[in-house]
């Protein structure tokens, strides 16, 4: 059976211009009803299976399908892309066949006639879930390398794993091993990154793939700043994507190459490969009898869109990756004390912002950084004791009065970090990371290291003290701080693992304090989304999407982050014209209404001068803040479709707008925001609806008669808007 071509929406639309809009509706409906029968056959037969016969592994998830071939005691990467497709052409040399395991130990590559298989296994660990489990002896040192590969049911999507054990009695050095290593096939290819740095999160990209090499490095000591450590390859002959991420909190490189020979580059393999970056840039020294496991990888495929393979990794993520907590279904609108205060706050200030969001609304009172400090919140992280003088009967008082009012209360924390003033540093200053014995500062900040048991400990019971004292329903805990790649051991030598192993345990804490309080929602944040990523995600609840809050980047912000991640841990809020949360309350309220919905593209927040607030707005937010509640029910769980080209971050012109719908295809969310230097409508051609269901359509509450699937898939949405800088709310419900 050979892959099935499915019509491209978006990214296809930038690409190919007007060429797909002239598409026939009856193309696209074949199109995807053949592959909706491939899906259900594939989701049918997902796992592992083996054919002794032609010593081909199959691994099957949903309509993604990944085929390893044994030969002479080597596994070679025979097939991957969606179900059912035919084994890649030959290369035309047979002395370099696409091999799947990469890297350098004591120098010598990871390479076929450095390996032999020496077992496999097939395994059922879990519920849909299957795995295989390969394991190789180097020929020439004492290591084992086991490679473990993981099928997730019906989400189209993989995950591999490798484990490098010594076997031998002396340390071995393991100069690089990514924990994906692919040889595509050849072709033309379009590469799609994200990248940003503070306040600039999850700019996508997308570029043509030449000649030579195309590396992303990550040295910071957080995951996503600079670049996240996903990718989506579009091989535009097969017209195959190939998406990938990886699920390590720490640093990074990936790269891709075109190989630059005398033949053409279309006859060459794509060399990709993607994993953590040792410290110091490398080695590993693997120490005797000792294992080391590489961060896992998860991918996908699809012969579909970008969105379409987007949301595969989506799937995934909710399902079997982020956990899930009834303290936060739904959804939870939070107010937030951040902004208009900016580390220094009272307690009758923050009982004046309780009355007015819980007037409006809002489920959870958030106090965040400030709450704890006399002087500089910055430098005196770590003693978590509340100010007297801001907080004269403790954090206690406002906690009740909050609750009083129908909220949860929630509280900021950087648990990672002790500032420089703190009394933690002083007492302990043996629990931070050193660099030359001493101990490293970053931005007037230490950073513990959880490798040690005391720090963990510590750690601990500060948490058991604020649920204790302060019944805390919700903990943000940021971490603000960049702390590069050069660190002292805790012993000789340089092990390049110091980094890795505070990052394995903090996961391990975070699990910890989550099985301990199950009713609290843990949000992760650092400086916005600086830390953001597949590894940090398995042990949290929701993340704080970026510190910039004014409403035009906000569109850009929203639009990425949806792109690598499912929406409902995409946490922003509505802050103001200003990021101390000053609103101009002379601006027309349609103004007012693009602020308070450019956040609902995900978890919903506001953190405003509200009590500066008059009557109108508070009306318009109270209203908002009842749409969003209206909303999330679709939001969470869904398939996302970005409907427009990514938007500018700085000066975001045209119409941006996201599509969301639900899993049973009932039910769906349009939020369109018009733009600068844009005309007054714009027609959405809706995604992922029941063609042969009718919707009632509501645009901004206003009902637009029913309107069938196909209608809405092929003539479109037409979406107007009086002036530049609103945003239009469409809900669809399908007819029983």
Same mark, same amino acid.
């Given at each position: 059976?050979?892959p099935v071509?499915?019509?491209?929406?978006? *990214?296809?639309? /930038?690409?190919?211009?007007?060429?797909?809009?002239?598409?026939?509706?009856?193309?696209?409906?074949?199109?995807?009803?053949?592959?909706?029968?491939? /899906? &259900?056959?594939?989701?049918?037969?997902?796992?592992?299976r083996?054919?002794s016969?032609?010593q081909?592994?199959?691994?099957?998830?949903?309509?993604t399908?990944?085929?390893?071939?044994?030969?002479?005691?080597?596994?070679?990467?025979?097939?991957?892309?969606?179900?059912g497709?035919?084994?890649?052409?030959?290369?035309?040399?047979?002395?370099? +066949?696409?091999?799947?395991?990469?890297g350098?130990?004591?120098?010598?590559?990871?390479?076929?006639?450095?390996?032999?298989?020496?077992?496999?296994?097939?395994?059922?660990?879990?519920?849909?879930?299957e795995e295989?489990?390969?394991?190789f002896?180097?020929?020439?040192?004492?290591?084992?390398? @086991?490679?473990?590969?993981?099928?997730?049911?019906a989400?189209?999507?993989?995950?591999?794993?490798?484990?490098?054990?010594?076997?031998?009695?002396?340390?071995l050095?393991?100069?690089?091993?990514?924990?994906?290593?692919w040889?595509? #096939?050849?072709?033309?290819y379009?590469?799609?990154?994200?990248?940003g740095?503070?306040g600039?999160?999850?700019?996508?990209?997308? @570029?043509? /793939?030449?000649?030579?090499?195309?590396?992303?490095?990550?040295?910071?000591?957080?995951s996503?700043?600079?670049?996240?450590?996903?990718?989506c390859?579009?091989? /535009?002959?097969?017209?195959?994507?190939?998406?990938?991420?990886l699920?390590?909190? =720490?640093?990074?490189?990936?790269?891709?190459?075109?190989?630059?020979?005398?033949?053409?580059?279309?006859?060459?393999?794509?060399?990709?490969?993607?994993?953590?970056?040792?410290?110091?840039?490398? #080695?590993?020294?693997?120490?005797?009898?000792?294992?080391?496991?590489?961060?896992?990888?998860?991918?996908?495929?699809?012969?579909?869109?970008?969105?379409?393979?987007?949301?595969?990794?989506?799937?995934?993520?909710?399902?079997?990756?982020?956990?899930?907590? +009834?303290?936060n279904? +739904?959804?939870? &609108?939070?107010?937030?004390s951040?902004?208009?205060?900016?580390?220094?706050?009272?307690?009758?200030?923050m009982?004046r912002?309780?009355?007015?969001?819980?007037?409006?609304?809002?489920?959870?009172?958030m106090?965040?950084?400030?709450?704890?400090?006399?002087?500089?919140?910055?430098?005196?992280?770590?003693?978590?004791?509340?100010?007297?003088?801001?907080?004269?009967?403790?954090?206690?008082?406002?906690?009740?009065?909050?609750?009083?009012?129908?909220?949860?209360?929630?509280?900021?924390?950087?648990? @990672?970090?002790?500032?420089?003033?703190?009394?933690?540093?002083?007492?302990?200053?043996?629990?931070?990371?050193?660099?030359?014995?001493?101990?490293?500062?970053?931005?007037?900040?230490?950073?513990?290291?959880?490798?040690?048991?005391?720090?963990?400990?510590?750690?601990?019971?500060?948490?058991?003290?604020?649920?204790?004292?302060? =019944?805390?329903?919700?903990?943000?805990?940021?971490?603000n701080?960049?702390?590069?790649e050069?660190?002292d051991? #805790?012993?000789?030598?340089?092990?390049?693992?110091?980094?890795?192993?505070?990052?394995?345990?903090?996961?391990?804490?975070?699990?910890?304090?989550?099985?301990?309080?199950?009713?609290?929602?843990?949000?992760?944040?650092?400086?916005?989304?600086m830390?953001f990523? *597949?590894?940090i995600?398995?042990h949290?609840?929701?993340?704080?999407?970026?510190?910039?809050?004014?409403?035009?980047?906000?569109?850009?912000?929203?639009?990425?982050?949806t792109?690598?991640?499912?929406?409902?841990?995409?946490?922003?809020?509505?802050?103001?014209?200003?990021?101390?949360?000053?609103?101009?309350?002379?601006?027309?309220?349609g103004w007012?209404?693009?602020?308070?919905?450019?956040?609902?593209?995900?978890?919903?927040?506001?953190?405003?001068?509200?009590?500066?607030?008059?009557?109108?707005l508070?009306?318009?937010?109270?209203e908002?803040?009842?749409?969003?509640?209206q909303?999330?029910?679709?939001?969470?769980?869904?398939?996302v479709?970005?409907?427009?080209?990514?938007?500018?971050?700085?000066?975001?012109?045209?119409?941006?707008a996201l599509?969301?719908?639900? #899993?049973?295809?009932?039910?769906?969310?349009?939020?369109?925001?018009?733009?600068?230097?844009?005309?007054?409508q714009?027609?959405f051609r809706?995604?992922?609806?029941? *063609?042969?269901?009718?919707?009632?359509?509501?645009?901004?509450?206003?009902?637009?008669?029913?309107?069938?699937?196909?209608?809405?898939?092929?003539?479109g949405?037409?979406?107007n808007?009086?002036?530049?800088?609103?945003?239009?709310?469409?809900?669809?419900?399908?007819? +029983?």
């Amino acid at each position: 059976m050979t892959p099935v071509k499915i019509s491209r929406f978006r *990214l296809e639309f /930038l690409q190919r211009g007007e060429e797909m809009r002239n598409l026939t509706f009856l193309t696209r409906w074949v199109a995807w009803a053949v592959f909706g029968v491939l /899906l &259900v056959v594939a989701s049918a037969d997902a796992g592992v299976r083996y054919d002794s016969s032609s010593q081909v592994w199959t691994l099957t998830s949903g309509g993604t399908e990944y085929r390893l071939r044994q030969k002479e005691g080597t596994v070679y990467l025979d097939y991957f892309g969606p179900a059912g497709g035919a084994a890649w052409k030959e290369l035309p040399r047979e002395e370099d +066949p696409r091999y799947e395991i990469d890297g350098s130990v004591e120098g010598q590559g990871l390479s076929p006639e450095n390996l032999t298989l020496l077992s496999q296994e097939i395994s059922h660990p879990q519920g849909s879930v299957e795995e295989l489990h390969l394991v190789f002896k180097h020929r020439r040192l004492a290591l084992e390398i @086991e490679v473990r590969y993981s099928t997730w049911g019906a989400t189209g999507v993989l995950t591999r794993q490798l484990t490098f054990t010594n076997r031998g009695d002396h340390v071995l050095y393991v100069d690089s091993a990514p924990s994906l290593a692919w040889r595509l #096939p050849p072709g033309d290819y379009d590469l799609s990154y994200l990248w940003g740095a503070w306040g600039h999160e999850r700019q996508l990209t997308t @570029e043509r /793939l030449q000649a030579g090499q195309r590396g992303f490095v990550s040295t910071r000591g957080r995951s996503t700043n600079g670049y996240s450590p996903w990718f989506c390859l579009h091989n /535009l002959e097969l017209g195959t994507r190939y998406l990938a991420q990886l699920a390590y909190s =720490g640093n990074w490189q990936m790269g891709f190459e075109r190989y630059p020979n005398p033949r053409p580059l279309r006859e060459e393999d794509l060399r990709v490969a993607l994993g953590m970056r040792f410290d110091f840039g490398g #080695p590993l020294a693997l120490q005797a009898g000792e294992p080391f496991s590489t961060p896992q990888v998860a991918f996908t495929a699809s012969a579909s869109d970008l969105d379409d393979t987007a949301n595969q990794l989506h799937r995934y993520q909710r399902q079997y990756v982020v956990p899930r907590t +009834p303290a936060n279904d +739904p959804l939870l &609108v939070q107010f937030n004390s951040w902004y208009p205060f900016q580390g220094k706050m009272t307690v009758e200030q923050m009982k004046r912002c309780a009355d007015i969001a819980s007037e409006m609304g809002a489920e959870v009172f958030m106090l965040d950084a400030g709450w704890f400090n006399k002087r500089d919140w910055s430098r005196e992280l770590g003693d978590w004791e509340a100010d007297r003088a801001a907080f004269p009967h403790g954090i206690e008082e406002l906690a009740g009065y909050v609750r009083s009012k129908g909220m949860k209360f929630g509280i900021w924390i950087e648990i @990672e970090n002790l500032g420089v003033d703190s009394r933690t540093f002083r007492e302990h200053p043996d629990w931070v990371f050193t660099y030359n014995g001493q101990p490293l500062l970053a931005s007037d900040r230490h950073h513990l290291n959880f490798s040690k048991p005391e720090v963990r400990g510590w750690a601990r019971s500060i948490i058991d003290r604020l649920v204790r004292d302060y =019944g805390i329903e919700w903990l943000k805990i940021d971490y603000n701080i960049d702390i590069g790649e050069r660190f002292d051991p #805790p012993g000789t030598g340089r092990p390049g693992d110091v980094l890795y192993r505070h990052l394995v345990n903090y996961y391990a804490w975070l699990d910890e304090v989550r099985s301990a309080y199950p009713g609290l929602v843990i949000e992760n944040c650092s400086s916005g989304g600086m830390r953001f990523d *597949l590894g940090i995600m398995a042990h949290t609840h929701t993340t704080w999407l970026s510190d910039i809050v004014l409403p035009l980047p906000s569109v850009q912000l929203g639009y990425g982050c949806t792109v690598e991640f499912m929406p409902e841990v995409c946490n922003h809020w509505m802050v103001g014209d200003k990021d101390n949360g000053e609103v101009v309350l002379t601006n027309p309220p349609g103004w007012w209404d693009f602020m308070l919905r450019v956040p609902m593209n995900g978890q919903y927040g506001i953190s405003s001068r509200v009590f500066d607030w008059n009557p109108e707005l508070r009306k318009r937010a109270t209203e908002n803040v009842a749409l969003y509640k209206q909303l999330r029910r679709t939001i969470m769980g869904a398939d996302v479709y970005h409907l427009t080209p990514p938007p500018a971050h700085e000066d975001p012109t045209g119409w941006s707008a996201l599509q969301y719908v639900a #899993p049973d295809h009932k039910r769906s969310v349009v939020l369109a925001y018009r733009l600068g230097k844009s005309k007054a409508q714009e027609i959405f051609r809706l995604r992922g609806l029941d *063609l042969g269901r009718t919707y009632h359509v509501t645009v901004i509450g206003h009902p637009q008669g029913p309107l069938s699937g196909h209608q809405l898939a092929t003539e479109g949405l037409p979406v107007n808007l009086d002036a530049e800088w609103r945003a239009a709310v469409i809900e669809l419900e399908q007819e +029983p």
